[in-house]
């Protein structure tokens, strides 16, 4: 899935969020363990247009990306990536989409988990929460970035990476195991 074909199917559908915090909503959405198609995809996609075929595009696609975001969560190869815009982006608007993405997720969390079970976590995953929150105030002056701004926003996409399988894990342990593996017979 690239970033600017969500971008550009969500416009045709006039919807009130962008690529990023859609693909964070539904990230959230499926660490939470939520089914609740009706809220998130609602807010996602927001009041019905005239267009009822971008409407109906936007949201087989959305359903297509919750559904492989949640293949790769629930994969023990920990392929998660959060849809982002490209390196070609400005680094500006790579840091306000991350922020965008980290407040959709937070959103969709919110939709399968009560604040008070979301404040109740423990370990590294409550630490990993806090962050997630912390980067969703990401902002960046703008100006001439460096190298050195780069490596910074790359380690922090690093780190929502690793911190969303976190979430995921802690909050569909019954759900996460590891695969059967056959005895083998002597």
Known sequence: MEFENLQSTLARNAA???AAESHGTLCGVVCSGAEADAAWL??????PG???AARRE???LLRAL?????????GFDMEFVPLLPGDSTPLTERVEALGLWCQGFLFGLSLGRSRAALDQLAGEAGEVLHDVTEIARAGFDAG?????????YSELVE????AVQILYEELNAAAVSEPEHPGTLH
Not at 159 to 162: A, E, I, N, Q
């Open 144 to 152: 001439e970035s460096d190298e050195a701004d780069e490596q910074a």
């Open 50 to 52: 005239a267009d009822a």
């Open 42 to 47: 609602a807010h996602l996609m927001g009041e």
């Open 66 to 74: 919750r559904e492989h975001a949640r293949r790769q969560l629930a």
């Open 58 to 60: 936007c949201d087989e």
């Open 159 to 162: 780190y929502l990476r690793v």
């Open 16 to 18: 009130p969020a962008g």
